[in-house]
């Protein structure tokens, strides 16, 4: 079993800073690829980023060249650093753990409030 517990999410003002923290507790993989969801009020749950165990990197083009999603596979930490932030990128930040094999698993962890707002 895996869990994922977020941190780091509040209010910011547009054009502000935040740092999402994700730690991932129990059996990790290394094709284990990790990442970042959001779901804002009224819409589908969105890729923002994913990372690999090797580092292989993936954004959504909404997030690209304003967010940084990096790893620490010693502490089985994924970290979303998010720049010029901007009033659409208000949502619920949910951390994933998508594994493959040995068997076909989907985590989520609870979530973390991000609002962008003056």
């Known amino acids: 079993q895996v869990q994922l517990v977020e941190s780091g999410g509040g209010l910011v003002q547009p054009g502000g800073s935040l740092r999402l923290s994700c730690a991932a507790s129990?059996?990790?993989?290394?094709?284990?690829?990790m990442g970042w969801y959001r779901q804002a009020p009224g819409k589908q749950r969105e890729l923002v980023a994913t990372i690999s165990y090797g580092g292989t990197i993936n954004y959504a083009d909404s997030v690209k060249g304003r967010f940084t999603v990096s790893r620490d596979n010693a502490v089985n930490t994924i970290y979303l650093q998010m720049s010029s932030l901007i009033p659409e990128d208000t949502a619920v930040y949910y951390c994933n753990l998508f594994r493959r094999t040995p068997i076909l698993r989907n985590y989520w962890g609870q979530g973390t409030q991000v609002t962008v707002s003056p």
């Open positions: 129990g059996i990790i993989f290394g094709t284990d690829v």
